[in-house]
């Protein structure tokens, strides 16, 4: 069992920069792929940003490739998303996931869900 919740969403003008965190609780911690989803009103969730335990291996979606930064603090049992350049098409509510089976940057790969945090970028 996993609990996560979400901190740090806001609202940040177009060109901005914010951080997300998402903290976890459960012994395994270390060995569980995290990852960023983002649900956008009127639209399907997506996948945002994926780390493998141990943060090998991190897998990005194409719309926030070279602005977004996912990374992993496991002694704080958290996961963190950093997004820099933002642009008003990152209005969304963002959900971190877990999973301790290999998983990509689908929602039916994770198990575990954090209730949200709300970013807005304006204009």
């Known amino acids: 069992q996993m609990q996560l919740v979400e901190s740090g969403g806001g609202s940040v003008q177009a060109g901005g920069s914010l951080r997300l965190s998402c903290a976890g609780s459960g012994s395994t911690y270390s060995s569980v792929h995290l990852a960023w989803f983002r649900r956008a009103p009127g639209e399907e969730r997506e996948g945002v940003a994926r780390i493998s335990p141990f943060g090998r291996i991190t897998l990005y979606a194409d719309s926030v490739k070279g602005r977004f930064t996912v990374s992993r603090d496991d002694a704080k049992e958290t996961v963190y998303l950093q997004m820099n350049s933002l642009k008003p098409e990152d209005t969304a509510m963002y959900y971190c996931?877990?999973?301790?089976?290999?998983?990509?940057?689908?929602?039916?790969?994770?198990?575990?869900w954090g209730q949200g945090t709300q970013v807005t970028v304006s204009s």
């Open positions: 996931a877990a999973s301790y089976y290999t998983a990509g940057l689908r929602d039916s790969d994770y198990k575990y």
